[in-house]
């Protein structure tokens, strides 16, 4: 059974960081992924990695703003979040293809999401 539990949200300043994680259990060799959704919007895809190259895909509005990253021993995917934004307020969740081609749509699993909100 697919586990996915995320943690790590909370209230920022703008301009300011905040690392979220995700300890996923009953995958492996999965593609990981973050989404968000803010209030009024529909979930956007946010960012990608593979289990086993690292490889990573992010969206354009958070290029060069956000890191995710795997660590494989505690199955565990955190996304770095620097920079931060008003418009990044959203509640994020972590998400699991069930295959290992990474990609930005088709994720199978998901978590219940924690709120991270970037005050102006």
């Known amino acids: 059974q697919v586990q996915l539990v995320e943690s790590g949200g909370g209230l920022v300043q703008a301009g300011g960081s905040l690392s979220l994680s995700c300890a996923a259990s009953?995958?492996?060799?999965?593609?990981m992924g973050w989404f968000r959704q803010a209030p009024g919007k529909e979930r956007e895809f946010v960012a990608a990695?593979?289990?086993?190259?690292?490889?990573?895909l992010y969206a354009e509005s958070v290029e060069g703003r956000f890191t995710i990253s795997r660590d494989n021993a505690k199955n565990t995917v955190y996304l770095q979040m620097t920079s931060l934004r008003p418009e990044d307020t959203a509640v994020y969740y972590c998400a699991a293809r069930d295959s290992s081609v990474l990609t930005t749509r088709t994720y199978k699993y998901w978590g219940q999401g924690t709120q991270v909100t970037v005050s102006s």
């Open positions: 990695i593979t289990w086993s190259t690292g490889r990573s």
């Open positions: 009953g995958i492996s060799n999965n593609v």
